[in-house]
């Protein structure tokens, strides 16, 4: 089931635009999951150097999914589009070990801006599909992510590449969008 299948699924939410922002370190796979969300071919991904916008309208649904580039340099500009996020969608690279700690500060800073307050996260640890990768519960220990109180969270092992998990993501973040139907930051 694709994103157009869920938004389907989902339209009794009504006449409403929705913002989805997906952010996280360069090469963590970004990109991937906004064409993968599209139903586009994902074989040849260059690095996002500014930022890309999906957007997907069904039966008065809007969804505007808003990928940042995640160069060291880009993301001081990454608060330039907080205003108005229905869920936060923050992308980790699974097997990239090394980052884990620089990808866990940038996601504690987020968690402090205001703008982004009780914002639903949805953490994709990408790249599963790789044999020297972190599962997702080891994700959650190291990020200590059971000490987020202030949103509904959700972690979601996955495989950009091969699809696998990102569906069960997409639901949950597409639960969260509606079940805040009518309510406004």
Not at 72 to 77: A, E, N, Q, T, V
Request: glycine residues 8%; aromatic residues 8%; contains cysteine.
């Amino acid at each position: 089931m694709g994103l157009l299948a869920l938004l389907r699924k989902l339209k009794s939410s009504g006449d409403r635009e929705l913002r989805i922002l997906l952010l996280g370190l360069d090469n963590a796979g970004k990109t991937t999951l906004l064409k993968s969300f599209a139903s586009e071919d994902i074989s040849h991904i260059t690095p996002t150097q500014g930022f890309n916008i999906k957007s997907v309208q069904s039966s008065g649904f809007k969804l505007n999914v808003w990928d940042i580039g995640g160069q060291r340099k880009i993301r001081p500009y990454w608060k330039n589009y907080f205003e108005n996020t229905d869920v936060l969608i923050y992308v980790i690279d699974s097997s990239d070990k090394k980052r884990l700690e620089e990808t866990g500060e940038e996601l504690n800073e987020l968690l402090e801006e205001q703008k982004l307050h009780g914002v639903p996260l949805l953490i994709y640890a990408n790249k599963q599909d790789l044999p020297n990768r972190s599962v997702a519960a080891e994700i959650t220990d190291y990020l200590n992510l059971v000490n987020v109180k202030d949103r509904k969270w959700q972690i979601q092992a996955c495989s950009a590449l091969t699809g696998e998990g990102v569906k069960d993501g997409l639901e949950w973040a597409m639960k969260q969008m509606s079940s805040s139907k009518g309510k406004k930051k």
